[in-house]
Nanobody
């Protein structure tokens, strides 16, 4: 059974930082492309960042230069380091795993940026 378990969300002030983690089980992690998505209330779901099995990364324009995605294949974990957070970053963040498109989704972790 595939499981993706996110952690690290919370409440942070504008300009602050958070580090999200997603621990995967039930898959050969090193073979999977991993990604983070978010969906704020009333908005469409959007891809935040993606890292391929080979380590190539892509980012949404809204987070370029502020967020960094990385992976540790030895720990079956993908991370999202979020710096210079803005109120518009507020959303639940979901971890995904897939070979081409996302096949598996986590339950999400809430990120709230507010003073």
């Amino acid at each position: 059974q595939v499981q993706l378990v996110e952690s690290g969300g919370g409440l942070v002030q504008p300009g602050g930082s958070l580090r999200l983690s997603c621990a995967a089980s039930g898959i050969i992690f090193s073979r999977y492309n991993m990604a983070w998505y978010r969906q704020a209330p009333g908005k469409q779901r959007e891809l935040v960042a993606r890292i391929t099995s080979g380590g190539t990364t892509t980012y949404a324009d809204a987070v370029k230069g502020r967020f960094t995605i990385s992976r540790d294949n030895a720990k079956n974990t993908v991370y999202l380091q979020m710096n210079a957070l803005k109120p518009e970053d507020t959303a639940p963040y979901y971890c995904t795993a897939g070979l081409v498109i996302p096949l598996h989704w986590g339950q999400g972790t809430q990120v709230t940026v507010s003073s």
